[in-house]
């Protein structure tokens, strides 16, 4: 039996949550709905930090901060094996006006926790106490680190820049997400292309701007910009191959001030995904090309801007391979789904995963109708405290397991 299972033989059932995490619960999750009432935007993390920098101090951590601005490192080494690990918890909210009424619902106008990172820094932060606790043994060096800015900027990637695997060696990185739609508690895990890349792409069309009464006097970015639109379309249905997934959406469309009055020009904003990096790159080739052709029929010209990108998500074979199989462990076949799908949603702990190799799985949060289920980036989203402990659970599971 894996140790630190305790099994109730009156019913038949394990209790799979680590008792020193479950012992930890309620401070954790006061914690959690502390962070969920004072969100912090990207970039912007500063109480987050030093909130999270205090506890790792506090329970024996080196403490690295101001990596990535507002990320931070906690470092703990047991035994004298150099073998390394690193966990990576998310800890930016978003721009939206919360809607829950819960007591712990934000108390910052226009700022919320939607995508419950005061949750995944929560379950970070009760991975950690046990870690440093003399109930969990291991040999080697965990490295947990607390990511700034995944909604927006990247914040993984400003973290690997500042020198994040250079001062943090690590031979393999895990990373989770709650999950609204999948059961309570529930892991999935898939290996290879996992989530989309995403860039997102501002279009400008130039034209000539005159009297709505006299359009032929004019180069109207308007109807340039409108046939753009169209144009756009084909790229998904023509050039990319049959079964590959991909997406080009136009979100936002801005041009003219007045209905008698043909503007200057016209501004749209693209999302981009793609599964694999080569039908990236064709999506952003057509884009140019046609942006840059269908301008020029109008008689008008074009700038574009991609920025925000972030690349595909990739788990290795081997350590997705290797967390499943200890989740299977731990918590029996009841508790890992057989199989999840590829996701369009893009994160960017995937420059993480471009660097080191390792594994992004989920976590349910709960099923459509019960307690969980509201969609994240939702204003009536509120992260689940039920899994608090089976997350981290499995992050101190693995480091036990790799730092044998």
Same mark, same amino acid.
């Given at each position: 039996?894996?140790?630190?299972?305790s099994?109730?033989?009156?019913?038949?059932?394990?209790?799979?949550?680590?008792?020193?995490?479950?012992?930890?619960?309620?401070?954790?999750?006061?914690i959690?709905?502390?962070?969920?009432?004072n969100?912090?935007?990207?970039l912007?993390?500063?109480?987050?930090s030093?909130?999270?920098?205090?506890?790792?101090?506090?329970?024996?951590?080196q403490?690295?901060?101001?990596?990535g601005?507002?990320?931070?490192?906690?470092?703990?080494?047991?035994?004298?094996?150099?073998?390394?690990?690193?966990?990576?918890?998310?800890?930016?909210?978003?721009?939206?006006?919360?809607?829950?009424?819960?007591?712990?619902?934000?108390?910052?106008?226009?700022?919320?926790?939607?995508?419950?990172?005061?949750?995944?820094?929560?379950?970070?932060?009760?991975a950690?106490?046990?870690?440093?606790?003399?109930?969990?043994?291991?040999?080697?060096?965990?490295?947990?680190?607390?990511?700034?800015?995944?909604?927006a900027?990247?914040g993984?990637?400003?973290?690997i820049?500042d020198?994040l695997?250079?001062r943090?060696?690590?031979?393999r990185?895990?990373?989770?997400?709650?999950?609204?739609g999948?059961?309570?508690?529930?892991?999935?895990?898939?290996?290879?292309?996992?989530?989309?890349?995403?860039?997102?792409?501002?279009?400008?069309v130039?034209g000539?701007?005159?009297?709505?009464?006299?359009p032929? /006097?004019? %180069?109207? +970015?308007?109807?340039?910009g409108?046939?753009? #639109?169209?144009?756009? !379309? *084909?790229?998904? @249905? /023509?050039? %990319?191959p +049959?079964?590959?997934?991909?997406?080009?959406t #136009?979100?936002?469309? !801005? *041009?003219?001030? @007045?209905?008698? %009055?043909i503007p200057?020009?016209?501004?749209?904003?693209?999302?981009?995904?793609?599964?694999k990096?080569?039908?990236r790159?064709?999506?952003?080739?057509?884009?140019?090309?046609?942006?840059?052709?269908?301008?020029?029929?109008?008689?008008?010209?074009?700038?574009?801007?991609?920025?925000?990108?972030y690349p595909?998500?990739?788990?290795?074979?081997?350590?997705t391979?290797f967390a499943?199989a200890?989740?299977?462990?731990v918590?029996?076949?009841?508790?890992v789904?057989?199989?999840?799908a590829?996701?369009?949603?893009?994160?960017?702990?995937?420059?993480?995963?471009?660097?080191?190799?390792?594994?992004y799985?989920?976590?349910?949060?709960?099923?459509?109708?019960?307690?969980?289920?509201?969609?994240?980036?939702?204003?009536g989203?509120?992260?689940?405290?039920?899994?608090?402990?089976?997350g981290?659970t499995?992050?101190?599971r693995?480091?036990?397991?790799?730092?044998?």
């Amino acid at each position: 039996m894996t140790a630190g299972i305790s099994y109730f033989p009156e019913t038949g059932m394990t209790d799979f949550v680590i008792p020193e995490i479950k012992a930890a619960e309620d401070e954790m999750i006061a914690i959690r709905h502390y962070l969920h009432a004072n969100p912090e935007l990207s970039l912007e993390e500063f109480n987050t930090s030093e909130l999270v920098a205090g506890k790792l101090a506090e329970w024996g951590y080196q403490v690295t901060r101001e990596l990535g601005k507002t990320g931070l490192v906690g470092s703990l080494r047991k035994g004298d094996s150099p073998r390394t690990i690193g966990l990576r918890a998310d800890m930016d909210a978003l721009p939206i006006f919360e809607t829950t009424d819960l007591p712990w619902a934000s108390t910052v106008a226009g700022k919320m926790h939607a995508c419950g990172h005061d949750g995944h820094t929560t379950i970070l932060l009760a991975a950690a106490k046990y870690i440093a606790s003399p109930a969990c043994e291991f040999n080697g060096t965990v490295h947990l680190i607390f990511q700034p800015a995944e909604e927006a900027i990247g914040g993984a990637d400003l973290m690997i820049k500042d020198g994040l695997f250079d001062r943090f060696p690590c031979e393999r990185i895990f990373a989770l997400h709650n999950m609204p739609g999948l059961p309570v508690g529930k892991l999935g895990f898939y290996a290879g292309n996992f989530m989309a890349s995403a860039d997102t792409v501002k279009i400008t069309v130039h034209g000539y701007g005159g009297h709505g009464a006299h359009p032929d /006097r004019t %180069v109207d +970015p308007i109807l340039a910009g409108a046939a753009l #639109v169209m144009a756009l !379309q *084909s790229i998904v @249905a /023509r050039n %990319v191959p +049959p079964g590959e997934t991909a997406v080009v959406t #136009v979100g936002t469309f !801005q *041009s003219g001030i @007045a209905s008698n %009055v043909i503007p200057e020009s016209a501004v749209m904003e693209l999302t981009v995904r793609a599964m694999k990096p080569e039908v990236r790159d064709l999506l952003i080739k057509r884009i140019h090309e046609i942006t840059e052709f269908t301008a020029k029929s109008y008689g008008a010209t074009s700038e574009i801007e991609v920025y925000d990108s972030y690349p595909v998500l990739t788990n290795s074979e081997e350590e997705t391979a290797f967390a499943r199989a200890l989740a299977l462990e731990v918590f029996g076949s009841e508790k890992v789904l057989p199989s999840i799908a590829p996701m369009n949603a893009s994160e960017d702990f995937a420059f993480m995963l471009q660097a080191r190799p390792g594994c992004y799985f989920l976590l349910g949060n709960g099923e459509k109708g019960g307690k969980g289920s509201c969609m994240v980036h939702n204003p009536g989203y509120d992260f689940n405290d039920d899994i608090i402990s089976t997350g981290a659970t499995l992050f101190a599971r693995l480091v036990e397991t790799h730092c044998r």
